[in-house]
């Protein structure tokens, strides 16, 4: 069981120090193996979650400890003092048992053994100590007591002290101090499954990931993504007494500066390319986005570390059989197609008869992923430059141009914005373009990616590089025309074989600059 307790504090001046007056730093504690009292679940996985977040979130130092000894936890909190002096941002985040005692909280180390109230002193640790040892933070103090609801020590009333009470005492916020509790004074937080993380911890994490979500409505977020994970049977509930400023633990970032799309081609008969600038932003789907699939998470960060160009339109039927003709490609002779029903392989279709109302200026179907490679190191040769696919990340990235909502038209797809729901495709280019220039970046056909197919992206790579792994299947993204709306969400992946030609697959290239 859980309770949290977060303490913030903007304090107006900082003194000259040896660590950096912009320097964020976190202490993480997970107390889970108890020497008296047994295993608790959750607290070692909380604690390696958190510690993850605030990396994630850019803090300068963060140090994870785990089941610690009253005197080893007296320790941490003593070089934490020091270490967080004059830093801007100093957090403490502990995960473990934690009782209350004449109105009075307390953590408890792993050795403790609580017999009687009045051991509390000497065994526990109080909350004072840990809002004291963040104390020198110019700018933010947070305290988070992720601590055990459900008392299992014995501590016996003794000389008119009362016993430990259920869950863990109210704290009324100072100025500039947010007070926060896993769940209301009072009543019982749930635990997690064994090696996973609690409802509470859970959604800190996720919305700790969420950049530019201000401190107020991180915490209303979490209260609601806890409700609404126990069936409204656990409400967190937050004090706090803060002033007008905006406080942010994971800043925005901004959306990429597009001042135009800049474009070229290496030959005149070369695909038009964009230039899409570096920058950052968040891959995948929050769990609470309509047709949310799980191998659309988790949400993370990902930094396209250089500016690189993007095919402006999917590569055409013109381009792709001039391709053919120049190299003689086999192109083999048996496509699926779609029968209305399902896709079935019918023989005698190929890119150049896909079974679809196709003209020169339509995207090229039938291409299967190796299909794909072998066009993008043609157009190599043929240019002198490194074309190649794009990674999933790289399409999303292009794909979004700084959104962070489903679809280009917002929540809701625009249905005149987009070729889906149809029998056959558009010519490219027929709809408007992204912020970045990019033309159907959302339906018409699928866009082959350069990445194997990942359950999911927990060993995402950061810097917007292809995931690899030994005979995969490939991803796709960006919908087809006879998709429904919600394949052609920015975060939908599909897979399939590296050979596999179906007339719902395209192409589009990308190219290295110099």
């Known amino acids: 069981m859980r309770s949290l307790v977060l303490c913030l504090a903007s304090l107006l001046c900082c003194s000259v120090s040896a660590f950096a007056a912009n320097e964020r730093v976190a202490l993480i504690i997970g107390n889970a193996n108890y020497s ?6 959750n607290p070692l996985a909380d ?30 909190l003593k070089a934490f003092s020091a270490r967080s002096e004059d830093s801007e941002i100093a957090v403490i985040y502990y995960a473990g048992h934690g009782v209350e005692v004449a109105d009075q909280n307390y953590l408890v180390p792993v050795d403790a053994k609580l017999l009687r109230s009045t051991d509390i002193e000497f065994e526990a640790i109080p909350l004072s100590t840990l809002r004291n040892a963040v104390a020198g933070a110019s700018k933010l103090r947070i305290v988070v007591l992720d601590a055990c609801r459900n008392n299992p020590f ?6 008119g002290t009362r016993a430990a009470s259920r869950g863990l005492g109210n704290i009324e916020p100072k100025s500039g101090e947010i007070v926060a509790y896993s769940a209301k004074e009072g009543t019982l937080a749930q635990d997690g499954p064994a090696q996973a993380n609690s409802p509470f911890a859970a959604a800190l994490v996720k919305n700790l990931n969420r950049p530019g979500l201000e401190i107020r409505l991180l915490f209303g977020q979490v209260h609601d993504d806890v409700l609404n994970a126990t069936n ?3 409400e967190p509930y937050t004090y706090a007494s803060l002033g007008g400023e905006a406080i942010y633990l994971k800043p925005p970032v901004d959306a990429p500066k597009v001042q135009g799309p800049q474009t070229f081609r290496d030959c005149p008969d070369c695909p038009e390319m964009v230039v899409v600038p570096a920058g950052q932003f968040v891959m995948g789907s929050p769990d609470d986005e309509p047709d949310h699939e799980k191998d659309e998470g988790p949400q993370h960060d990902v930094i396209i570390p250089k500016a690189f160009a993007v095919g402006k339109f999917e590569i055409t039927r013109a381009q792709y059989e001039e391709f053919v003709t120049t190299t003689g490609y086999d192109i083999g002779d048996t496509c699926s197609q779609w029968t209305g029903t399902a896709f079935h392989p019918t023989e005698s279709s190929t890119v150049l008869s896909p079974g679809l109302n196709q003209s020169s200026e339509h995207p090229a ?32 990235y292009a794909a979004r141009a700084g959104s962070s909502d489903p679809f280009a038209t917002g929540q809701i797809l625009d249905a005149t914005s987009v070729n889906f729901n149809n029998t056959t495709t558009n010519p490219v280019g027929q709809h408007a373009a992204n912020a970045f220039g990019l033309h159907d970046m959302q ?7 350069e990445d194997c197919y990942a359950k999911n992206y927990a060993d995402a790579a950061a810097d917007g590089s292809a995931f690899a792994a030994p005979n995969c299947e ?39 600059l110099r």
Do not use: P
């Not at 008296?36 to 679940?41: A, E, M, W, Y």
């Not at 604690?47 to 941490?76: C, I």
């Not at 179907?365 to 074309?387: N, P, V």
């Not at 339906?443 to 082959?448: D, P, Q, S």
């Open 154 to 159: 014995k501590l016996a009333g003794n000389g």
């Open 36 to 41: 008296d009292v047994g295993t608790l679940t």
């Open 443 to 449: 339906g018409n056909v699928w866009e082959w990616t």
């Open 232 to 234: 409204n049977e656990q």
């Open 365 to 396: 179907t039938c291409a299967s992923w190796r299909d794909a490679k072998a066009f993008a190191k043609w157009m190599s040769k043929r240019s002198g430059f490194t074309y190649r696919l794009l990674t999933e990340a790289e399409w999303e």
């Open 47 to 76: 604690a390696e979650a958190v510690t993850r977040a605030f990396k994630s979130a850019g803090f300068d130092d963060v140090r994870h400890v785990d089941n610690l000894t009253a005197d080893a936890m007296r320790q941490e």
């Open 474 to 512: 490939r991803t796709y993204r960006g919908g087809a025309w006879a998709n429904s709306a919600k394949d052609l969400r920015f975060a939908t992946r599909g897979t399939n074989d590296a050979d596999k030609r179906v007339n719902i697959f395209g192409i589009r290239v990308a190219r290295d």
